[in-house]
């Protein structure tokens, strides 16, 4: 018999599963709804959706950078074990959905979900996730993604996934060294996690909470308020040279700012516009921990 869309509709509403692989089940059960709920059953994927529930705190951060290098994104995929994350299914996913955010730039995860496939234009992305579920055992989750278009994108992996920098500069003509010094900025926000590019970016309300707790040791410490402000500026300037990618010491010279070391390797010709730096599983919580 005919299989329907409504007929395909209803069979997903009921197991959670993929339009495609619904379809396949009600072909094989020959339109029987009950039938192909026993077959996506024993097939185990009639399952995926419950293991949605469970921890996934592992996984990779992957990116893709496009050929002309002025458009990229960075991806974090989440699954329960290291194991599964090393796996083909797995790595598949980590190298098509960073090119798909890239070439086609979805405003949220929602709408990336709701997108064909690369990997397979006959399913959507969300589908193509529960067939990886259903296959490898485990839940697997696109937790975020970051894109960034326009003038030069570059990005570096560290450990193997743990943690990944997305960076979106601007490079004048004649700047030499663009492609090293990008890579060298990347590795530095990968490695000294700074919050912003400069000190000008720092917002009010973070500078006052700053003082506020600067001032507030600094009195604890028994130290007149006479002083209090000049010693409360020095820690400003630590704080800067801390959460500030320009103002930091540059990891392959640490005798160097990051700002002298960019203008010496360039010419002072190319300019960080922004970042992005995932550390895989931030926030979550590990599997196998209870609330």
């Known amino acids: 018999m005919a299989i329907t869309s409504k007929m395909v ?3 997903r509403e009921k197991t959670g599963v993929g339009m495609m692989d619904c ?8 339109g029987n709804l009950e039938e192909a709920v026993k077959i996506l059953r024993k097939k185990g ?3 995926a959706e419950k293991k949605s529930a469970r921890a996934a705190s592992e996984g990779r951060v992957a990116s893709f950078i496009a050929p002309d290098g002025k458009s990229g994104a960075l991806v974090e995929i989440n699954c329960e074990t290291d194991f ?9 996913l980590c190298t098509i959905l960073p090119r798909q955010v890239a070439e086609q730039a979805p405003a949220t995860v929602e709408a990336l979900l709701d997108l064909p496939y690369l990997g397979d234009g006959s399913q959507k992305v969300k589908d193509a996730l529960v067939g990886k579920v259903a296959k490898l055992g485990e839940n697997i ?8 278009e326009g003038g030069r994108v570059a990005t570096y992996i560290h450990a193997g996934g743990k943690i990944g920098v997305l960076m979106h500069l601007e490079a004048e003509e004649g700047a030499e060294d663009v ?3 990008a890579k060298d900025l ?22 006052q909470s700053e003082r506020e707790i600067y001032r507030s040791q600094v009195l604890a410490q028994g130290k ?11 820690k400003m300037n630590k704080f800067y040279e801390e959460t500030c990618l320009l103002e930091q010491p540059f990891i392959k010279d640490p005798q160097t700012r990051v700002a002298a070391y960019l203008k010496a390797k360039t010419g002072g010709k190319l300019k960080v516009v922004r970042f992005e730096r995932y550390v895989l599983g931030e926030g979550l919580k590990p599997s196998g921990c209870e609330a």
């Open 9 to 11: 509709q209803e069979l």
């Open 23 to 30: 379809k396949r089940a009600l072909e094989e059960a020959q």
């Open 45 to 47: 994927i009639a399952t």
């Open 84 to 92: 599964v994350a090393n796996t083909d299914d797995f790595q598949e």
């Open 141 to 148: 989750q696109l937790r975020r993604f970051v894109r960034f």
């Open 179 to 181: 492609a090293e010094a």
């Open 186 to 207: 990347c590795m530095q926000v990968a490695a000294s996690a700074p919050r912003f590019v400069r000190r000008e970016e720092v917002t009010e309300a973070v500078l």
């Open 224 to 234: 007149p308020e006479s002083i209090a402000d000049k010693i409360v500026e020095g």
